[in-house]
């Protein structure tokens, strides 16, 4: 029986090795938004559900008048079944003014998420050599107006390390708590990687345990009902020096270089009072030489991700969707 069993452990081994070498990267099937949306200006840098419309979060929305925009589920799922579907773009108006004359900086909005007709966003700023993050409440007023409340705007605090040009870029809501993520957790970064937990008013703030993780985070998936979601985790190799990457036990290998960007989807869980990766299988997107910076669920399908910007072709705004492979 000993020689049996050690062929059979053979084959076992033997198969693990070839799933992950042989593992595909997930296709990135573009959502035309038109040619007005595909502006590299726009710099999209969040994204959530506003009931049945999805909300794409300019950077910089005093550049557009102030808008935000959406899109519907309806013509998302009627353009993936029929790519001729033209998709209809709505506007949303950011009243911000309050807020942007108490900051009075050059104010980035970098992640978005909506509780009901509550919405919370964070903002990011950049004070001489300093990075300062702050989380603001606001409320969808109408239907395509929303406003921002200056008495509710509260400042993050950040880790020594301060990157530049690296602060709050995640949001999650988990039950009635809202969660703020540092851009960067790795090991060489952090003794102990913290995100922050607020309540609804954006008040009681304290700190929760994180599992590192290396190069950035950018947004976030809301919550399922086991208290899991996905996470964008980007690396660029222009970032090296900044992040001090190390390897990492996430399946399929992946490490961060001068010669290799990495494109990923993490799952992370919050349970006992920490948030902890939830799987070390990851999900790897194609083409890496994007700068994915939204992320949400398109019901149990898949997730639809957003950019910055930068796309491998030329700077231009992508929606797109993402079936994971089985």
Not at 8 to 21: G, R
Request: net charge negative; glycine share 4%; hydrophobic share 40%.
């Amino acid at each position: 029986m000993k020689i049996p069993l050690l062929i059979l452990l053979s084959f076992l081994v033997a198969c693990e090795v070839f799933d992950k070498n042989s593992y595909k990267e997930n296709r990135v099937i573009d959502i035309d938004l038109g040619a007005d949306m595909s502006n590299p200006k726009l710099q999209i840098s969040g994204l959530d559900w506003y009931g049945e419309q999805l909300v794409l979060l300019t950077q910089i929305p005093s550049d557009f008048n102030s808008k935000l925009y959406s899109v519907s589920k309806k013509d998302i799922l009627q353009h993936l079944k029929d790519s001729s579907y033209k998709v209809k773009i709505s506007e949303i108006y950011l009243d911000d003014n309050l807020v942007s004359a108490s900051l009075d900086h050059d104010n980035e909005y970098e992640a978005i998420a909506f509780k009901n007709d509550t919405v919370f966003m964070a903002i990011e700023t950049d004070v001489g050599d300093k990075m300062q993050a702050w989380l603001v409440k606001g409320q969808m007023v109408t239907s395509d107006t929303l406003k921002l409340k200056e008495s509710c705007l509260i400042k993050i605090p950040l880790p020594e390390n301060n990157i530049h040009e690296m602060a709050c870029e995640t949001i999650v809501i988990i039950n009635n708590s809202i969660y703020a993520f540092y851009e960067a957790n790795g090991a060489n970064l952090n003794k102990q990687a913290i995100c922050y937990k607020l309540d609804r008013n954006l008040s009681n703030v304290k700190e929760i345990n994180f599992d590192h993780i290396e190069y950035r985070l950018t947004d976030a998936t809301r919550v399922d009902d086991d208290n899991k979601f996905w996470v964008i985790n980007n690396f660029y190799k222009g970032d090296i020096h900044s992040l001090k990457p190390v390897e990492d036990s996430f399946i399929p290998k992946t490490i961060g270089s001068v010669e290799n960007e990495v494109k990923r989807l993490v799952q992370l869980q919050l349970h006992n009072n920490r948030i902890s990766i939830a799987t070390n299988k990851t999900i790897i997107l194609d083409p890496v030489n994007c700068n994915w910076e939204g992320l949400a669920r398109l019901d149990d399908l898949g997730f639809l991700i957003a950019n910055d910007t930068y796309a491998p072709d030329r700077k231009r705004t992508r929606l797109a969707f993402i079936k994971p492979n089985k």
